[in-house]
């Protein structure tokens, strides 16, 4: 069964702290590099951090240093610990293999988990 469950995520003021957590099968999450994308209001959706089966990340210019992405392998789960947050960081946030899984020729994605910046 293919599975990816976002969470952790709400409603912080800027320059708070959020911690996201992403269960994910074990046929996405044991054979691929890891990944957090996010996708605001109007916007595309863009890969934000991203971590290999051995522990190499990867981060976009605009979270580089705030961002934290690790990965637990015993439990097929990914975190993205968010400090220093900005408002330009609210948006629906989602976890996937890079590149996303793809399921009958489409994306498949999570539901992901709302993440809003504002005070």
């Known amino acids: 069964q293919v599975q990816l469950v976002e969470s952790g995520g709400g409603l912080v003021q800027p320059g708070g702290s959020l911690r996201l957590s992403c269960a994910a099968s074990r046929s996405i999450f044991s054979i691929n590099a890891m990944g957090w994308y996010r996708q605001a209001l109007g916007k595309q959706r863009e890969l934000v951090a991203a971590i290999t089966d051995d522990g190499r990340t990867n981060y976009a210019d605009s979270v580089k240093g705030r961002f934290t992405i690790s990965r637990d392998n015993a439990q097929n789960t990914v975190y993205l610990q968010m400090n220093s947050l900005k408002a330009e960081d609210t948006a629906v946030y989602y976890c996937?293999?890079?590149?996303?899984?793809?399921?009958?020729?489409?994306?498949?994605w999570g539901q992901g988990t709302q993440v809003t910046v504002s005070s």
């Open positions: 996937n293999a890079v590149p996303p899984t793809v399921l009958a020729g489409v994306r498949y």
